[in-house]
């Protein structure tokens, strides 16, 4: 099991735990193969240092390194092998946050580069909607709960439009569109923000949102047992090795769970849920009498 908590992480911008999760599966490759430090070493020409550190998270490992550590790994099967390559580019590629002046929390932006090679988004959000499926005036109200600095709010709700427009647009591999299933508690439809306006135009995206072929959602009713558990996210990754990360975020910092062991009950949990909240067929309809009620 892999968890991690850090309290009061420094805003370094960088993927660190997304970094060391990918650096725990090259290690167990390796030790898997039988090849050890220095035979690893030497055959990318470096000290066994540097094979050390990238698996320990510390430094990223170039395309044409991986190729030659999965090569060596005896690492054949061509889905995982893409599925590596293409997450470890991911952890390469130029950080978008950071070309818009955004320095955030390393857990955060572990967690963005996830939920970007995510095939597969299940959320279940107690207390608001979802952040991939919040208008523009509903991210704000939710994050000025929290914030009173204005170029800060600015600043979240801008990260937060530019992963919904990423996640909701965006294709994965083979051309199929990525799926989006959120369980959104009905009390966060009752809270209205003081601004009846702002729930209306949130149920309107939701409608939308509906209409498209990669986003369901359902509804859980207040009082359901199974909808006790904290907000979750478990983003399934491309190919069995990385498989799937469950992403609990407190305060100031956030668990990830990349391991059966440490995963499984979230994953029970949200079968759970999506067995008592209302079937996804119902959701149009309630959120027309939700929007219905806003009216009156």
């Given at each position: 099991m892999y968890?991690?908590?850090?309290?009061?992480?420094?805003?370094?911008?960088?993927?660190?735990?997304?970094?060391?999760?990918?650096?725990?599966?090259?290690?167990?490759?390796?030790?898997?193969?039988?090849?050890?430090?220095?035979?690893a070493g030497a055959h990318l020409v470096c000290d066994k240092s540097k094979i050390s550190r990238i698996e320990g998270g510390k430094v990223t490992v170039k395309d044409d390194d991986l190729h030659l550590l999965l090569d060596?790994?005896?690492?054949?099967?061509?889905?995982?092998?893409?599925?590596?390559?293409?997450?470890?580019?991911?952890?390469?590629?130029?950080?978008?946050?950071r070309k818009r002046g955004h320095l955030l929390p390393e857990w955060y932006?572990?967690?963005?580069?996830?939920?970007?090679?995510?095939?597969?988004?299940?959320?279940?959000?107690?207390?608001?909607?979802?952040?991939?499926?919040?208008?523009?005036?509903?991210?704000?109200?939710?994050?000025?709960?929290?914030?009173?600095?204005?170029?800060?709010?600015?600043?979240?709700?801008?990260?937060?439009?530019?992963?919904?427009?990423?996640?909701?647009?965006?294709?994965?591999?083979?051309?199929?569109?990525?799926?989006?299933?959120?369980?959104?508690?009905?009390?966060?439809?009752?809270?209205?923000?003081?601004?009846?306006?702002?729930?209306?135009?949130?149920?309107?995206?939701?409608?939308?949102?509906?209409?498209?072929l990669n986003v369901q959602i359902q509804v859980v009713e207040r009082g359901a047992l199974a909808a006790r558990s904290n907000s979750f996210s478990i983003l399934r990754l491309r190919g069995q090795l990385l498989s799937e990360v469950v992403y609990l975020e407190q305060i100031d910092s956030a668990q990830f769970f990349d391991h059966p062991a440490g995963s499984e009950s979230y994953r029970q949990a949200f079968c759970e849920i999506a067995n008592v909240a209302r079937e996804p067929s119902g959701t149009q309809a309630f959120l027309a009498e939700a929007a219905d009620k806003l009216r009156d």
């Open positions: 968890s991690i908590a850090l309290p009061q992480p420094e805003a370094s911008g960088r993927p660190e735990t997304a970094q060391a999760i990918f650096g725990r599966q090259l290690n167990a490759l390796r030790e898997r193969a039988g090849i050890s430090l220095e035979a060596l790994y005896g690492e054949d099967d061509r889905e995982e092998r893409l599925a590596l390559l293409g997450f470890n580019a991911r952890l390469n590629e130029p950080k978008w946050w932006c572990s967690y963005l580069v996830f939920e970007s090679a995510a095939t597969l988004i299940r959320t279940y959000e107690r207390h608001f909607v979802p952040g991939l499926l919040q208008t523009k005036a509903y991210a704000e109200a939710v994050i000025r709960c929290r914030y009173t600095d204005e170029t800060q709010i600015r600043r979240l709700v801008d990260i937060r439009m530019h992963r919904q427009k990423a996640v909701l647009k965006k294709r994965t591999a083979g051309n199929q569109t990525r799926i989006l299933w959120a369980m959104i508690d009905k009390a966060a439809l009752d809270d209205v923000f003081g601004d009846p306006g702002i729930m209306r135009e949130q149920i309107a995206f939701l409608s939308r949102a509906l209409e498209t």
